[in-house]
């Protein structure tokens, strides 16, 4: 087993007053060349932008980019001709492809959108551009990994150019869950989003990650109340 461990008080940090932005890996003015990429997982970053505020319009190509909604409306526009909002309980996939401009906002006017966005690197370069979202609140299973996101259009969740398998958990305290890898050659990357879990012998709070390479399965423990983020991504 191969593990690395981002802290959430080593992640690194823009505030823009509008946005509030943590960056797990390099991305924008923050840059650590260790901390460049977990396979082919390029970015996990967590965000929280102000009432009315958001992202203008800027382009994307080659990249699977995911946004995962914490609370509040997040508003999406694209080049495409997507419009639409998603929320807790939802999840969006955009593939960037061979080109896309998007814009996305807070929807709110008396609160903070608060989300995930994920960067995975394609398998497949220059694809036509795709957007897809979907409701995941049915998929919840209690105290077990469910899945959010496969390499395939028929699976459970959205899908990506990717050999990649996103799932969520939430786990009550005193519980755990068995994640089996799929793949070869492929890791994990864990990430807390509330609550505090024991995994590979690591103890991980809020906003702490870990990824976990040479396994074929994990164990993962919930000492307190947790939501949890895993990804298995390719080397």
């Not at 996990?44 to 914490?70: R, T, Y």
């Not at 609370?71 to 998603?86: A, K, P, T, Y």
């Not at 505090?196 to 390479?213: F, H, K, N, T």
Request: glycine share 8%.
């Amino acid at each position: 087993m191969k593990k690395v461990i981002h802290r959430n008080e080593t992640r690194g940090h823009a505030d823009h007053g509008w946005l509030n932005s943590y960056h797990t890996f390099s991305f924008a003015n923050y840059y650590n060349p260790e901390r460049v990429q977990f396979g082919a997982l390029r970015v996990l970053n967590d965000d929280a932008v102000q009432p009315g505020m958001g992202f203008g319009k800027h382009p994307h190509d080659n990249m699977e980019i995911i946004s995962i909604p914490l609370s509040g409306d997040l508003e999406h526009r694209d080049s495409m001709g997507n419009e639409g909002v998603i929320k807790e309980g939802d999840v969006q996939v955009m593939s960037a492809g061979k080109g896309i401009f998007h814009s996305e906002k807070n929807r709110n006017t008396d609160k903070e959108v608060k989300f995930l966005q994920v960067w995975v690197l394609p398998n497949k370069q220059d694809v036509e551009p795709r957007y897809d979202q979907t409701s995941i609140r049915e998929l919840s299973i209690p105290n077990q990994f469910y899945q959010i996101l496969s390499p395939n259009k028929e699976d459970q969740g959205v899908w990506i150019y990717q050999d990649a398998w996103f799932s969520l958990a939430e786990l009550e305290s005193g519980n755990s869950a068995v994640y089996e890898l799929k793949g070869n050659n492929h890791g994990v990357y864990l990430f807390v989003i509330e609550g505090q879990v024991e995994v590979a012998d690591e103890v991980l709070s809020r906003r702490d990650g870990i990824g976990i390479s040479e396994i074929e399965s994990i164990n993962v423990e919930a000492s307190e109340n947790c939501r949890l983020l895993l990804m298995e991504i390719p080397f």
